[in-house]
DNA sequence: GGCAAAGTGAAACGCCCGTTTTCGTTTGAG
DNA sequence: CTCAAACGAAAACGGGCGTTTCACTTTGCC
């Protein structure tokens, strides 16, 4: 009944190396069972369909992500490098060796006209996390108007992450952090 | 040999609704058939191939759109305004009767890890269309800094496109204004 | 060491998609 | 009107994908 965790690492790994460099539908099954080593019997006992395995692996990343920047807001000193520090987070998010061609949620939701269940609360709550823990960093900083803020530093983010689709995104957050640098300085 | 016009125009128009609302690689090409009513082989005589088809919408839609964007430039009144005046033209497009989910261009970079080739000078076009514009209108106010400002508003324009995959994007061009004016008003 | 659970390997099923072909019909310019 | 060019209707082809099944082999715990 259960799935051995060795299994489902193997899967979880080669599904996320393969599905967010050549996209979510473009991945066959196939090419994730070969990378995996692993027969198709074992993927669909373990995770029920392709889709249920996509929403496992965006489960984990979200969780990564989460975990990088939290360390990344440890690391600051003072509420404005931990309000910028998301900034940190995602230039060491996307260092990483396995880092996919841009974001995988706002992929997958590119993907999918309307996502599955599953899938769109995953991009759901990735979206809802971001603007809540940018609310509550921006609150030292702009009180009332840490919402406002927030809204606009999600924006930022979102927009550095979509300058990989434009092929212009090799400078690092460069811009995005003076962007958000002009926006904190306003306050 | 030659296509006749109409017939194009009837494909490019049902391409155009498809593709962008469902999706590129999710709309059958048999969809696109049904609704221009159309015959396979005069879409294959007249654009060789889906992607063939998919380059020339883009290609429609990129003129389109500068023409939207050049009326609202003409529009404006002072320097601020014209360099502005890209929102206006993002919030026009946006409320026309076709309106896609979201950029048909980012969306079509999204959706191939390598796009073919016709594909990927379109999408670069927009790209680099953008950012050239940008920053001829950005001169009169920002002088040499230009070019920097141009990249921070293509960052809060691709931004503000990639909010409608968060399914936050309801409120119009509001978070992408106070954005923008928060940048021009620094320099 | 033995036995149930988990995994393998390969084949097969059903479905959909892009594209081509064939043939009969319509269109529009001379 | 005429006739070549363009188009419509429908079928077929080749390929790929997600998923299931089945018989066999490996794993790991009592």
Redesign the interface.
């Given at each position: 009944m259960a799935t051995r965790d060795s299994t489902r690492t193997k899967l979880l790994d080669a599904a996320d190396e393969l599905l967010f460099?050549?996209?979510v539908?473009?991945t066959p099954v196939d090419a994730i069972l070969e990378r995996a080593g692993v027969s198709p019997a074992t993927l669909y006992r373990a995770f029920g369909s392709k889709e249920g395995l996509v929403a496992a692996v965006l489960d984990r990343r979200h969780r990564e992500w989460i975990a990088v920047w939290d360390a990344c807001v440890a690391r600051a000193t003072d509420d404005r490098g931990r309000l910028l520090a998301v900034l940190d987070a995602l230039d060491e998010f996307q260092r990483r060796p396995d880092a996919a061609?841009?974001c995988a949620f706002?992929?997958t939701?590119?993907?999918?006209?309307d996502p599955p269940a599953v899938l769109a609360a995953a991009?759901?709550q990735d979206?809802d996390s971001m603007?809540a823990r940018l609310t509550a960093l921006a609150e030292p900083l702009a009180g009332s108007g840490a919402p406002?803020l927030a809204?606009?530093l999600?924006?930022?983010?979102?927009?550095?992450?979509?300058?990989g689709?434009?092929?212009?995104g090799a400078d690092g957050t460069a811009?995005?952090r003076?962007?958000a640098e002009?926006?904190v300085s306003?306050t």
């Amino acid at each position: 009944m259960a799935t051995r965790d060795s299994t489902r690492t193997k899967l979880l790994d080669a599904a996320d190396e393969l599905l967010f460099t050549r996209g979510v539908v473009a991945t066959p099954v196939d090419a994730i069972l070969e990378r995996a080593g692993v027969s198709p019997a074992t993927l669909y006992r373990a995770f029920g369909s392709k889709e249920g395995l996509v929403a496992a692996v965006l489960d984990r990343r979200h969780r990564e992500w989460i975990a990088v920047w939290d360390a990344c807001v440890a690391r600051a000193t003072d509420d404005r490098g931990r309000l910028l520090a998301v900034l940190d987070a995602l230039d060491e998010f996307q260092r990483r060796p396995d880092a996919a061609r841009w974001c995988a949620f706002l992929g997958t939701a590119a993907e999918y006209a309307d996502p599955p269940a599953v899938l769109a609360a995953a991009i759901q709550q990735d979206s809802d996390s971001m603007r809540a823990r940018l609310t509550a960093l921006a609150e030292p900083l702009a009180g009332s108007g840490a919402p406002a803020l927030a809204d606009a530093l999600v924006l930022v983010v979102s927009g550095h992450l979509a300058l990989g689709l434009r092929g212009v995104g090799a400078d690092g957050t460069a811009v995005a952090r003076s962007v958000a640098e002009a926006l904190v300085s306003r306050t």
